[in-house]
């Protein structure tokens, strides 16, 4: 039997959640477990956050901050090579980062998210956070060559 989909819009909920999260224990030097506890009570409400965007897919927004600890290193040292040798990751903005990666790590390691719509969806959220600034169009060119080098087959066509 198949399990229903849930609807994008839950998986765009959950995305903004997880960055929120990661921004959350980036700042605040909270533990994966107590971050996701606190997450996951909002996440069953009509309102994410008070964001109105629907019902969270949890799931999903647990495996992108899970994931995104657990390979860190990994996604930091990717990330880092496309970034400016004089404003490596650790020098962004928090929320920049948190963007940065969980999208990357949906790119590297969720390979049933096609990297353009974790690519879109990331940048979506950048907007959310950063309405007319910079930082989507910086966003989308970072995850383009960070998706390009990863996931090339997806860009020949």
């Not at 198949?2 to 909270?30: E, H, W």
């Not at 790590?105 to 969720?110: A, V």
């Amino acid at each position: 039997m198949n399990t229903p989909r849930k609807p994008p819009v839950a998986r765009s909920a959950a995305r903004l959640g997880a960055v929120q999260a990661l921004y959350q224990m980036d700042i605040a030097a909270s533990d994966v477990g107590e971050t996701l506890a606190q997450f996951s009570s909002r996440a069953a409400g009509d309102n994410f956050d008070n964001g109105e965007c629907g019902e969270a897919d949890y799931a999903h927004l647990r495996t992108v901050v899970e994931g995104t600890v657990r390979e860190q290193a990994l996604l930091d040292v990717s990330l880092d090579k496309i970034l400016d040798k004089d404003w490596p990751l650790h020098r962004l903005d928090s929320t920049v980062r948190a963007i940065l990666r969980a999208a990357a790590f949906e790119i590297f390691f969720m390979d049933k998210v096609p990297s353009r719509v974790a690519i879109s969806e990331y940048v979506g959220v950048a907007d959310a956070f950063f309405d007319g600034g910079d930082e989507p169009r910086f966003i989308n060119g970072v995850l383009n060559t960070l998706a390009r080098g990863c996931r090339p087959e997806e860009f020949s066509v």
